[in-house]
């Protein structure tokens, strides 16, 4: 059992940038599959990013690719998401989802893939 925790959300200007982190105590937070979804007021959760535990597997929404890009550290059991050129539109609640099923044998841009979940981290982006 691993228990995520995300960070780094807050609140910047449109164009600026922040990363998140999601972390666990759980070393064998590492193998696992990790993807970073958000939800805003009145939506349904929404796929972001994910990466696989091991091998080099990783996919970004059509939304963030070119502005979002999502890294991990083995040795620190954290994954990023480096955010930049934030919108408006990116305003939501960001959450880290974990399982320990291989990258490719589970529909990561789904959130009921996910098993463990974090508490989640505010983002707002307004002027």
């Known amino acids: 059992q691993v228990q995520p925790v995300e960070s780094g959300g807050g609140l910047v200007q449109p164009g600026n940038s922040l990363r998140l982190s999601c972390v666990a105590a759980e070393g064998i937070f590492s193998t696992y599959t990790v993807a970073w979804f958000r939800q805003a007021p009145g939506k349904e959760r929404e796929f972001v990013a994910a990466?696989?535990?091991?091998?080099?597997?990783?996919d970004h929404a059509d939304t963030v690719k070119g502005r979002f890009t999502i890294s991990r550290d083995g040795a620190k059991n954290a994954v990023y998401l480096e955010m930049n050129n934030l919108k408006p539109a990116d305003t939501a609640v960001y959450y880290c989802?974990?399982?320990?099923?291989?990258?490719?044998?589970?529909?990561?841009?789904?959130?009921?893939?996910?098993?463990?979940w974090g508490p989640g981290t505010q983002v707002t982006v307004s002027s």
């Open positions: 990466i696989a535990g091991i091998g080099d597997g990783r």
């Open positions: 989802g974990a399982d320990p099923r291989a990258f490719e044998r589970i529909d990561y841009d789904d959130p009921n893939a996910y098993f463990y």
